[in-house]
């Protein structure tokens, strides 16, 4: 079945140092991929979006993201986290119906 | 750009009762929007597609006659939850897709629904 895999439920990074949330893909053909984040109570933002092109994609709020086809992966970076980008990211894919298949979230921690 | 708008934010009603939740999309129109349901600390689970003048299409195990979704013009899409009971208590969040064949959905800020 054709999915993204989010492996940590938790990342916990110190304010001003890099931070990586991770994102594997499953999809057969060109996967497009995206990125969002939820902060409490609220819906999904968009971060930004990998669909052909650069295989690093930069997007809101200083984040980025490189697509490995080798390696199947769309990690999410940034070089300096913030105490304020602490929230939920969801990684997700669209596949052949256009649907979003959302990833299970990795909650952001970012501790002063 | 791409704001999506939903009302009401919070909703507290009765078992039995019915509720209606709008989802808008203010600059830009959007032949499909999409409803889905988020369970604390859990990940969006698809419920239905919903296509401007047509048919919604709902996942499986979706009931298409409790969860009634309206498309009527390319900005609003409605979600009525019908006869509502606890177990629909839940946040309820709605995407829309700029016409013309963008990927991006942008997403509504949720509803959260409790059902008494």
């Known amino acids: 079945a054709q999915s993204v895999a989010q492996p940590e439920d938790q990342v916990n990074v110190a304010e001003g140092n890099p931070l990586t949330v991770k994102c594997t893909y499953s999809?057969?053909?060109?996967?497009?991929l995206f990125w969002y984040v939820q902060y409490p109570n609220r819906g999904l933002q968009f971060l930004l979006k990998?669909?052909?092109?650069?295989?690093l994609v930069k997007g809101s709020y200083g984040f980025e993201a490189e697509f490995n086809k080798s390696q199947t992966s769309f990690h999410l970076k940034k070089p300096s986290a913030l105490v304020s980008d602490s929230a939920l990211y969801f990684c997700?894919?669209?596949?052949?119906?256009?649907?979003?298949?959302f990833g299970t979230g990795t909650l952001l921690a970012v501790q002063p | 750009g791409a704001v999506v708008s939903q009302h009401p934010s919070r909703v507290i009603c009765k078992s039995g009762t019915s509720v209606k939740i709008e989802c808008r999309s203010l600059?830009?129109?959007?032949?499909?929007m999409f409803w889905y349901r988020q369970f604390p600390k859990q990940s969006l689970m698809l419920m239905a597609t919903?296509?401007?003048?047509?048919?919604?299409?709902?996942e499986q195990g979706v009931e298409k006659d409790k969860f009634l979704i309206n498309h009527a013009s390319l900005t609003l899409s409605t979600l009525t939850v019908t006869s509502a009971h606890p177990e629909d208590s839940s946040f309820y969040i709605c995407?829309?897709?700029?016409?013309?064949?963008?990927?991006?959905?942008?997403f509504g800020p949720g509803t959260r629904l409790l059902v008494l």
């Open positions: 990998y669909i052909t092109g650069d295989n």
């Open positions: 997700a894919h669209t596949g052949a119906t256009n649907k979003l298949i």
């Open positions: 995407s829309a897709r700029p016409s013309g064949g963008a990927e991006t959905q942008y």
């Open positions: 600059d830009f129109q959007a032949t499909t």
């Open positions: 999809v057969s053909g060109n996967p497009y």
């Open positions: 919903s296509n401007e003048g047509s048919k919604a299409t709902y």
